[in-house]
C-alpha cells in the first residue's frame, strides 16, 4: 500500500502566491522527510529535507512544516514563480531498518502562471 | 564535477527480451540504488547495492536483479520483459547508505515494452 499519501495531484497557482502541498504517513518508525522537485526529462532533486525533531525548516522561498502527532508534513512554497512549475514529490525514510530506502508520495503537478 | 550518469537514455525493447541499464555514480559515492518511476507516479524503490552487494530490496519480482562493480557503477537487468515494466527507470548513488547523505539522482532510462 501506499506510504506516503500526498494531495493535491495538481496545482494551479499565479505569481507571486503560496504553493502548498500536503502528505501524510502512518509508519511512525519514518524519520527523515525530503521533497524533490523534477522537471519533465529530468530525474528528481533534493528541495529541501527535515528530521522529526523539529516542526519546521525553511530554505529561501521554500518552507517545510512537520506535524509529528498528526504524522504530516507540507512543503509551503513562497512568492512562487514560472520557473517553480515542476512535479513536487514527499517522501520518507526509516533510517533504522531501511537506511537508504525512500517511499515516495505519487507526486504534484505544480503549475505557475505569469 | 559529473553527477549520475546513467546509459542509454531511451531504449525500446519487445516483450519477452532481456535489457540492461548502466549508472555511474557521482565522483565520491560509493552507494547506488534503482527506482522504477511509472508515467504519473512516484518513484518505486527495486534495491540497493553497497559494497558489491544487494543490501536492500523493494517488492520486485526476481525478474530484476543487478550488480555493483569494483568502481561503484551498478546495472539493472530485467528479464522476461513485460508491457507493465515500461517506465522511467531512476538510479541515485550516494556517499553513505543513507538518503540524508545526500541522494543524487540520475536523469533516468526511459524503457518502453512493445
Known amino acids: 500500500q501506499q506510504q506516503v499519501k500526498q494531495s493535491p495531484q495538481s496545482l494551479i497557482v499565479q505569481k507571486g502566491g503560496i504553493s502548498i502541498i500536503n502528505c501524510a504517513y502512518e509508519?511512525?518508525?519514518?524519520?527523515?522527510f525530503p521533497w524533490y522537485q523534477q522537471f519533465p526529462g529530468k530525474g528528481p532533486a533534493l528541495l529541501i529535507a527535515?528530521?522529526?525533531?523539529?516542526s519546521e525548516k525553511k530554505e529561501g522561498r521554500f518552507t517545510i512544516s512537520f506535524n509529528k502527532s498528526a504524522k504530516q508534513f507540507s512543503l509551503h512554497i513562497m512568492d512562487s514563480q514560472p520557473g517553480d512549475s515542476a512535479t513536487y514529490f514527499c517522501?520518507?525514510?526509516?533510517?533504522?531498518?531501511?537506511?537508504?530506502?525512500?517511499?515516495f508520495g505519487r507526486g504534484t503537478q505544480l503549475t505557475v502562471w505569469p | 564535477d559529473a553527477g549520475v550518469t546513467q546509459s542509454p537514455t531511451h531504449l525500446i525493447k519487445t516483450r519477452g527480451q532481456q535489457v540492461t541499464l548502466r549508472c555511474s555514480p557521482k565522483?565520491?559515492?560509493?552507494?547506488v540504488s534503482w527506482y522504477q518511476q511509472a508515467l504519473g507516479q512516484g518513484p518505486q524503490f527495486i534495491f540497493q547495492?553497497?559494497?558489491?552487494?544487494?543490501?536492500q530490496r523493494g517488492n520486485f519480482p526476481d525478474r530484476f536483479s543487478g550488480h555493483q562493480f569494483p568502481n561503484y557503477s551498478s546495472e539493472l537487468n530485467v528479464n522476461a520483459l513485460l508491457l507493465g515494466d515500461s517506465a522511467l527507470y531512476l538510479c541515485?548513488?550516494?556517499?553513505?547508505?543513507?538518503?540524508?547523505?545526500?541522494?543524487?539522482f540520475g536523469s533516468g532510462t526511459r524503457l518502453t515494452v512493445v
Open positions: 541515485a548513488s550516494s556517499p553513505r547508505q543513507g538518503a540524508g547523505y545526500g541522494y543524487t
Open positions: 509508519n511512525t518508525a519514518f524519520d527523515y
Open positions: 527535515i528530521r522529526p525533531d523539529v
Open positions: 517522501a520518507a525514510e526509516d533510517r533504522g531498518s531501511t537506511l537508504g530506502r525512500l517511499y
Open positions: 565522483s565520491g559515492h560509493d552507494t
Open positions: 547495492y553497497y559494497e558489491e552487494e544487494e543490501r
